[in-house]
C-alpha cells in the first residue's frame, strides 16, 4: 500500500481509504447496504492486513447508525486507524439540525464524538457548501473544534473551485484553520473535477480523496450494454447517482475497462480504480463494499500500476471536451503554463 500526503500536513494516508455508507441500512441508505457491526470488524481487519489507515463515515449515514456501528468496530484498532466523519447535511428537522453554522458543527461533533466513541476525530469534513452561513463563521467552527483537541485536520466535500478559494483567502487573511483536502466525485464516468477541483489540489495542496470511484458501481462491469440494470444493484433499486449520464459515452469507458482488465487478468473495478490513482492531485479513493469479496477486489487495485498504453487508451474513450477559457489558454498561453495549469491542459492537443 503507497502513502501520500495529506495536502499541506505531515499526515499520510493510504491510497485507498474505506467508506462505511454500507453500514446500518435505514432510511435513504437502505438501498445502499445492512452492514452491521460484525461485519464491521470483519472488514476493519481485512482493511489493516492490506494496509488502509482512514476509516471514513458520516452523521448522516443511516441517521448515525453507521458512526455507531464504526465506533464499535474500531475498538481496539483506533490506534491503527484514522477516522473521518462529516457534517453539514439534515439530522433532523428542526431549522439548524442541517448547515455549517457554527451552532450546528459544534452540536454535530459533539453527538458524533459520542456515537463514535472517540475523543477526537482525525478528518473532519464539511459535507456540502452552504451559502448561507457566512465563511467566516464555519471556518472559525472548525478551528475552535481543532484548538479543542476535538478534530485534527478539517476538509471539504462537494464543493467549487470558487467556494474553496474563498476559504483558502479567508482562512490566510484569519488565520484560521486550512482545509487540507477536498472529497469529491472523479471517475472515468465523470471528469469535470479536473477543470478547477484538480488544479486547486495541485497548485494548494488540498489533496483529493475521490468518493463513488467506481460511480456506485457503473464502472465494476456488473453494468454492460447487455445488461444495463443487473438486479440487486443499488442503482437498480432507485439509487440516483451519478447524475446526468450519458450511457453511450459510458458504454465505451466499460467496453474498453473490460478489455483492458481481460488482457491483464484483472477486473474492471480494478483497472478503474488504478487509473484514478494516476491522476494529479489525488491522494486517496475512498472505496466501499457491501461484500468481503467486493472489497477483496478492490483492494486489489493498489498492486496495478497501469502502463502509458493502458493510460492512453483509456483517456481516448473518457477525456472531457475542453471549456473555455480553457481551449483559449491552451493555445495562446502555453508557454507560460503552472504545474497546476498543466496538470488539465497537458492532456489536449492545440485547438488552433
Known sequence: MEYRPLGRSGLRVSTLSFGTM???????????????????????????????????TADVYSEGESEKIVGEAIKGKRDRLLLASKVRLPMGTGPNDQ????????????????????????LYWAHEWDGATPLEETLRAFDDLQQEGKISYFGISNWSGWHIMKALGISERDGLLRPVAQQIHYTLQSREAEYELMPIAIDQEVSIFVWSPLAAGLLSGKFTRDNPNPKGTRREQGYPEPAGIDQEALWKIVDELIAIAGDRGATPAQIALAWLLTRPGVTSLVIGARTDEQLADNLKAAEITLT????????????????????????????????????LLDQFPNPY
Open 22 to 56: 454500507t453500514f446500518g441500512g435505514k432510511g435513504f441508505f437502505e438501498r445502499i447496504g445492512e452492514g452491521g457491526v460484525a461485519d464491521a470488524k470483519r472488514q476493519f481487519d481485512m482493511l489493516i492486513e492490506a494496509g488502509v489507515n482512514l476509516i471514513d
Open 99 to 122: 448547515g455549517l453554522s457554527r451552532f450546528h458543527i459544534k452540536r454535530a461533533c459533539e453527538a458524533s464524538l459520542k456515537r463514535l466513541g472517540t475523543d477526537h476525530i482525525d
Open 308 to 343: 502509458m498504453e493502458e493510460v492512453t487508451r483509456l483517456e481516448t474513450v473518457s477525456r472531457p471536451r475542453l471549456l473555455y477559457p480553457y481551449w483559449h489558454q491552451k493555445a495562446s498561453a502555453a508557454e507560460r503554463l503552472s504545474p497546476a495549469d498543466r496538470a
